[in-house]
């Protein structure tokens, strides 16, 4: 009797043969989004503090603010304050314009934008601070000045463009010299102050309004 081998050869498919279409999960898929990204937020956050002592602290704050709002609201005081000041200046020198009320609402016009270009740019300001903050105190107060100048120029050029090019050139001036003084000022006691990235509001408004009245003080005691 003859037999005949035979062998059955199985052939692996081919990568591009193979099936891969998998119904996808959608409420699955957002969850697992909102938990990555979540995940990240916290190890930000944990990152951001030096210590589990100062996280505590972090933790004990009744009303915090980022870096992002005490800039904010800092340019917001000193956009208010300090050009009425630098007005009200003029005016005791000079006296009030006699039967020139539209002065006196152009004026007033600065003043707002001043205040509105240095809150909407404190976000700007405050994220680079906290950059400088992280650096040695001798780079800091190195970088201070010029972060300071930069948001001087942006909120005083911006106020001073209502007059056209010439207002909007001094402006920049005046608004540079608050800055480069206003900002290191500041910063020296934010950085002391803060933990992590934040900073109690009782601390905040003291600070702010501290710094921004010695100015004003200044600019109304020049001769």
């Known amino acids: 009797m003859a037999f005949s081998n035979t062998q059955t050869v199985s052939r692996q498919p081919h990568l591009s043969e193979v099936d891969f279409s998998i119904d996808d999960d959608e409420p699955a898929r957002r969850r697992l989004d909102v938990l990555l990204a979540a995940t990240a937020e916290t190890a930000r956050i944990k990152r951001s503090f030096q210590n589990d002592a100062e996280e505590f602290e972090a933790s004990l704050m009744r009303r915090p603010l980022s870096s992002k709002q005490a800039f904010s609201y800092f340019g917001l005081m000193l956009g208010v304050f300090t050009p009425a000041t630098m007005f009200g200046r003029v005016f005791l020198n000079n006296g009030m314009p006699p039967n020139e009320s ?3 609402g152009i004026l007033l016009i600065i003043n707002v934008v001043s205040a509105v270009v240095g809150y909407f740019s404190g976000k700007l300001i405050g994220h680079m601070v906290s950059a400088a903050e992280k650096y040695r105190w001798p780079t800091m ?3 201070l000045p010029l972060i300071g100048i930069l948001w001087g120029i942006m909120a005083g050029g911006a106020g001073g463009f209502i007059v056209f090019i010439v207002g909007s050139f001094f402006g920049a001036i005046l608004g540079a010299a608050v800055g480069a003084v206003a900002v290191p000022a500041f910063t020296l006691f934010h950085r002391l102050l803060r933990r992590g990235d934040m900073i109690e ?10 710094v921004t009245f010695a100015i004003c003080s200044f600019i109304l005691g020049l001769k």
């Open 201 to 210: 509001t009782k601390h905040f408004l003291p600070l702010a309004f501290g």
């Open 102 to 104: 539209w002065v006196i």
């Open 141 to 143: 107060l190195t970088l």
